[in-house]
Antibody, heavy 119, light 110 residues
Framework: QVQLQQSGPGLVKPSQTLSLTCAISGDSVSSNSGAWNWIRQSPSRGLEWLGRTYYRSKWYNDYAVSVRGRIIITPDTSKNQFSLQLNSVTPEDTGVYYC?????????WGKGTTVTVSS | EIVLTQSPGTLSLSPGEGATLSCRASQSVPRTFLAWYQRKPGQAPRLLISGASSRATGIPDRFSGSGSETDFTLTISRLEPEDFAVYYCQHYSTSPPGLTFGGGTKVEIK
């Protein structure tokens, strides 16, 4: 059974960088058939897909237009995990962040991390 | 980008009643790329239906999905107490690659 364990700070100051990590058990971040996503939930924006990383003989990333230029999703094969980095955050980036496994459908979800952007 | 509009915003029903939730897409979408999720307070969303009508593993058969092109429906035949939650539809796009979600329908106890 695939499980995802999230970690990272719950409070980030405006203009700084939000960093979260998701450890995978029961599957591999390098799976040739999987994909590893970050999705957030906020009252103002609802459920919003941010981006993904996946391996198909080489690494690929896709990012949502809304955060492109500020986001980096990075796999770490040595630790079987993947990370989210969101730069130059504003209070609009406040929400619950989920790491999620799935390509077309989001099959496996982490428990979520509540991130507040505030000084 | 395809926009998914869910209706109604809130559905007030009693246990034992049936529920019909709508998801309308701004353009025709392949059934293969349409899914439904359930989210309860304090929990992550859970996949209910993939491919518009296939129940995910462990999902009771009182949940069913239907529809095609721009109109999709999630039906709960008889509401159990644990079914009161928020439901979202989701579309997967190949170009540009990514996911979009509808705004959700809250099913609350009347």
């Amino acid at each position: 059974q695939v499980q995802l364990q999230q970690s990272g700070p719950g409070l980030v100051k405006p203009s700084q960088t939000l960093s979260l990590t998701c450890a995978i058990s029961g599957d591999s971040v390098s799976s040739n058939s999987g994909a590893w996503n970050w999705i957030r939930q906020s009252p103002s924006r609802g459920l919003e897909w941010l981006g993904r990383t996946y391996y198909r003989s080489k690494w690929y990333n896709d990012y949502a237009v809304s955060v492109r230029g500020r986001i980096i999703i990075t796999p770490d094969t040595s630790k079987n995990q993947f990370s989210l980095q969101l730069n130059s955050v504003t209070p609009e980036d406040t929400g619950v962040y989920y790491c999620v496994g799935g390509v077309v459908y989001m099959d496996v979800w982490g428990k979520g991390t509540t991130v507040t952007v505030s000084s | 980008e395809i926009v998914l509009t869910q209706s109604p915003g809130t559905l007030s029903l009693s246990p034992g009643e049936g529920a019909t939730l709508s998801c309308r897409a701004s353009q025709s979408v392949p059934r293969t790329f349409l899914a439904w999720y359930q989210r309860k307070p304090g929990q992550a969303p859970r996949l209910l239906i993939s491919g518009a009508s296939s129940r995910a593993t462990g999902i009771p058969d009182r949940f069913s999905g239907s529809g095609s092109e721009t109109d999709f429906t999630l039906t709960i035949s008889r509401l159990e107490p644990e079914d009161f939650a928020v439901y979202y539809c989701q579309h997967y796009s190949t170009s540009p690659p990514g996911l979009t979600f509808g705004g959700g329908t809250k099913v609350e106890i009347k």
